[in-house]
């Protein structure tokens, strides 16, 4: 069975974060060299030396801290056909995501008002892991953008499919199953036997990692 991140893989938070930023730091748009940014776990990266300050710190926090940035985003591309998709098929189980627990009321009308399939969100905070969460549930694939949980979930013994963007593309171990957007994961999915969406490990992971790098 499958379950899904949200912030990269269902909602397109990134640009909404990046345009907050430039605004509160008083910056013209050109500044910032990407909107898809390269570095996952710093967004600051992205920008001028000049600006990179505990403030501007202290401002992206804030930012990611209001949950009026999540209802500004905009669905990833071919997400909602997608996940309708998986939702006939009784594959979706649930989302996954590290959005903070105060955001849940946000998340579930964002979700609703776009029309994706309705299933429990889970706000996962450390030290717990999405894979222990993805284990209770029965999950054996996340769809999911960030290489650090990925390569968790892989360890447990789940199956990781990431979402590439320029930040995940430095992850090349042979375990890693990926594809260049929502279409393309889709076409991978209709391949798979139904018996390989719903077992523990299905690339066999647990056994024979480094056997099954992929890409679609």
């Given at each position: 069975m499958i379950a899904l991140d949200l912030d990269g893989v269902v909602a397109n938070l990134t640009p909404v974060v990046m345009r907050r930023l430039v605004e509160r730091l008083g910056l013209d748009?050109?500044?910032v060299?990407?909107?898809?940014?390269?570095?996952y776990d710093d967004v600051l990266a992205e920008f001028p030396e000049r600006v990179r300050t505990p403030e501007a710190e202290r401002i992206l926090s804030e930012i990611y801290g209001d949950p009026?940035?999540?209802?500004?985003?905009?669905?990833?591309?071919?997400a909602l056909e997608a996940a309708q998709w998986l939702a006939r098929r009784k594959l979706l189980v649930a989302y996954i995501t590290r959005r903070k627990?105060?955001?849940?009321?946000v998340t579930l009308e964002w979700l609703r008002e776009r029309g994706f399939p309705m299933r429990p969100v889970h706000h996962v905070e450390r030290p717990e892991t999405k894979a222990e969460?993805?284990?209770?549930l029965g999950v054996s694939i996340l769809v999911e953008d960030s290489p650090r949980e990925a390569r968790e979930f892989a360890?447990?013994?789940?199956?990781?499919?990431?979402?590439?963007?320029?930040?995940n593309?430095?992850?090349?171990?042979?375990?890693?199953l990926r594809a260049g957007g929502w279409e393309a994961l889709r076409g991978l999915l209709e391949r798979l036997p139904l018996d390989y969406r719903e077992r523990r490990d299905p690339l066999g992971y647990g056994n024979k990692r480094g056997q099954h790098g992929r890409n679609a």
């Open positions: 748009p050109a500044d060299r990407y909107w898809d940014p390269e570095h009026e940035t999540y209802r500004e985003a905009h669905p990833m591309p071919h627990p105060h955001t849940r009321d969460v993805a284990a209770r360890e447990a013994g789940l199956t990781p499919i990431l979402i590439e963007h320029r930040y593309r430095s992850l090349t171990e042979p375990w890693v």
